[in-house]
């Protein structure tokens, strides 16, 4: 699938803002199975200095500086990708989990690489009550989709879509015990469930392209940034899939980022120089089908 991505991000401030500094993920990932055609990230009032780089995690960063006073910042992307569906290997998904823990198998291929994802960070930590909760599906010697999946299906059945029930910053007890979330809080708590015994796990952003109801138009702004997750299978295998809607990931998914949890990857995040005492956020995404 082809698709034509636009990503706006627009804030305002009741007083003048002197300087602005940011970072931005929003150019898509080129891996193996997506590629992207073209891309470009604009920001007004022009910026002063806008500059893209590869981060830690081979993410293409994009970092800029107003310095023109301005009560408005808008950041937009656009991009066109061609996206595919990642290949994964039946024999790396039948492997039993227990022999896909990077720490305590630190001479298998690709194991460094995948250390750092089966760390606690700072927004998943590794409480007991996930740990607890995983444990139901990962029973000894299973093979390792077959224990993915059912803690997929699990935290699908029984953590609500809401978005009103959590902030940016909740935790991860918060999560179980609202039993409530948006596809932040799904991804997150996989993570935690995942790292809890020893798997590693990493957080993705990207986009997911919706479809309209039979017999409706499109709706273009319609879309949202979304967040799912991918278990490491060895070597530099990784499975990816999506708790929120129970699946795994397709050719519907637009990569962009990954980290160790949304602090890593953010869509927009930065300081600015200001005495505004309120602001405003706007972000309006579309995922455009070009096939």
């Not at 879309?223 to 999506?242: E, M, N, P, Q, R």
Request: contains cysteine.
């Amino acid at each position: 699938m082809r698709y034509r991505v636009r990503h706006s991000t627009t804030y305002t401030y009741d007083d003048l803002v002197t300087d602005s500094l940011g970072v931005a993920h929003l150019v898509p990932r080129e891996l193996a199975w997506q590629q992207v055609a073209s891309y470009a990230v604009t920001v007004t009032p022009d910026a002063g200095d806008v500059t893209h780089d590869v981060d830690h995690y081979g993410n293409l960063a994009t970092y800029f500086q107003v310095t023109r006073p301005h009560e408005e910042l808008v950041v937009e992307a656009t991009s066109e990708v061609a996206v595919g569906v990642a290949d994964v290997p039946d024999a790396a998904l039948a492997q039993p989990w227990e022999r896909l823990r990077p720490l305590r198998q630190p001479d298998r291929a690709g194991a460094w690489a995948a250390t750092d994802f089966a760390l606690a960070s700072s927004q998943v930590e590794q409480v007991p009550a996930a740990r607890e909760y995983a444990a139901e599906s990962f029973l000894p010697g299973s093979p390792v989709g077959e224990a993915v999946t059912d803690l997929m299906h699990r935290i699908h059945r029984d953590i609500d879509y809401d978005p009103t029930a959590t902030t940016v910053t909740s935790t991860v007890a918060e999560i179980l015990d609202r039993r409530a979330g948006v596809c932040q809080d799904h991804a997150h708590l996989t993570i935690a469930c995942l790292r809890s015994q020893g798997l590693a796990a990493r957080y993705v952003s990207g986009y997911l392209a919706t479809e309209p109801a039979p017999g409706q138009d499109r709706v273009v702004g319609a879309d949202a940034s979304h967040a799912w997750v991918a278990v490491w299978l060895g070597d530099d295998a990784w499975l990816a899939f999506d708790p929120t809607n129970d699946q795994r990931v397709n050719d519907r998914y637009v990569t962009v980022a990954w980290g160790r949890d949304y602090g890593d990857v953010p869509p927009v995040k930065g300081v600015i120089f200001t005495e505004a005492r309120k602001s405003t956020l706007q972000v309006a995404v579309d995922v455009a089908p070009l096939d």
